[in-house]
């Protein structure tokens, strides 16, 4: 069974940084697109960033420029560096995955979420 498990969230002052964690594990075949959602009291779940199997990224235009996503292929781990943070994003965080298990067909995977507080 595949699981995401995300570390990293906590409160953080206006302008500091946080770096957030998401490790897949199980019997994986491949991953695919990897990715970070956020979502804040009553608001919908938005696309934060994505980023491909080759490492190719997209961001939301608001973290664009603060925010980089990347991975370590090798550990089935995506990171999401967050700089210059404002009270704007705060939400709690969660982890997509785009994973092949063995055996099983590819399907979409979810982390527990994370929260992260920005406030002064």
């Known amino acids: 069974q595949v699981q995401l498990v995300e570390s990293g969230g906590g409160l953080v002052q206006p302008g500091g940084s946080l770096r957030l964690s998401c490790a897949a594990s199980?019997?994986?075949?491949?991953?695919?697109?990897m990715a970070w959602y956020r979502q804040a009291p009553g608001n919908q779940r938005e696309l934060v960033a994505t980023i491909g199997s080759g490492g190719s990224t997209k961001y939301l235009n608001s973290v664009n420029g603060r925010f980089t996503i990347s991975r370590d292929n090798a550990k089935n781990t995506v990171f999401l560096q967050m700089n210059s943070l404002s009270p704007e994003d705060t939400a709690v965080y969660y982890c997509?995955?785009?994973?092949?298990?063995?055996?099983?067909?590819?399907?979409?995977?979810w982390g527990q979420g994370t929260q992260v507080t920005v406030s002064s």
């Open positions: 199980g019997s994986i075949y491949f991953v695919d697109t």
């Open positions: 997509y995955g785009r994973i092949w298990p063995y055996g099983s067909p590819i399907d979409d995977y």
